[in-house]
C-alpha cells in the first residue's frame, strides 16, 4: 500500500520531528490532533527556530511547543497555527536582532501542483526583493504588443494579461 505524494512527505516530516516534540507526540498518540495539525505544529516550530538568530534554548522550546499545542487544542486550523508560529518566529527576530521576515531567505518557498482540470496552481512565498524581480520579469514577458495600427493587441488588465507570457 502506497501514500499519496503529499500524505507521504506530511509523514515524513512528522516522524522526523516526532523525537523533539514530546508533548505533541503524546496528545496525537491520544487520537486528539489530526495528522494536518501536527504537521503545521512541526512546521511552525521549524519556522520558530529557522527564525532564531541563536539556537532555542531547551525551556524555550518547551514554551513554544506549548504555545502551538493550546492553538491546535482550542481548535485552530493548520493555517492559523502556522501564522501564530510565523509571528512567534518573527517576534523573536525582532528581539534578538535577526533578519527581517521580508530578507530572510530562509523562509523561502516554491510549490506547483496540476489540479484536477489539468491546470498548474503556483504558490510562491520570497523575499521582497525576489518577489519583486519575478513580478518584473513576468511584465517584461506579458507586455502587450503593439497592432500594425499601433494600438496594442491586449486590452486585459495586467493580471490576465501576466497569464500569456513571450518565451521566445
Known amino acids: 500500500m502506497g501514500f499519496a505524494p503529499a500524505v507521504s512527505t506530511r509523514t515524513t516530516r512528522i516522524a522526523d520531528a516526532m523525537d523533539t516534540l514530546g508533548k505533541v507526540e503524546a496528545c496525537a498518540a491520544d487520537g486528539r490532533l489530526s495528522a494536518e495539525v501536527v504537521d503545521a505544529m512541526v512546521r511552525g516550530m521549524s519556522t520558530i527556530k529557522k ?32 501564522k501564530h508560529a510565523q509571528t512567534i518566529g518573527n517576534t523573536i527576530a525582532d528581539d534578538q536582532g535577526g533578519i527581517p521576515a521580508s530578507d530572510d531567505r530562509t523562509l ?9 482540470d ?15 524581480k519575478f513580478i518584473a520579469m513576468i511584465d517584461e514577458r506579458s507586455s502587450p504588443s503593439p497592432n500594425p495600427t499601433g494600438r496594442p493587441i491586449d486590452a486585459r488588465p495586467p493580471r490576465s494579461a501576466r497569464t500569456h507570457w513571450r518565451c521566445c
Do not use: K
Not at 538568530?53 to 513554544?64: E, F, R
Not at 511547543?65 to 502556522?82: C, F, H, N
Open 51 to 82: 527564525r532564531s538568530p541563536t539556537q532555542l534554548s531547551d525551556g524555550d522550546h518547551a514554551i513554544y511547543e506549548t504555545e502551538l499545542l493550546t492553538q491546535a487544542l482550542s481548535g485552530a486550523t493548520p493555517t492559523e497555527i502556522q
Open 108 to 116: 523561502d518557498t516554491l510549490s506547483h501542483h496540476t489540479t484536477d
Open 118 to 132: 489539468s491546470r498548474v496552481e503556483i504558490h510562491a512565498n520570497v523575499t521582497q526583493l525576489v518577489g519583486e
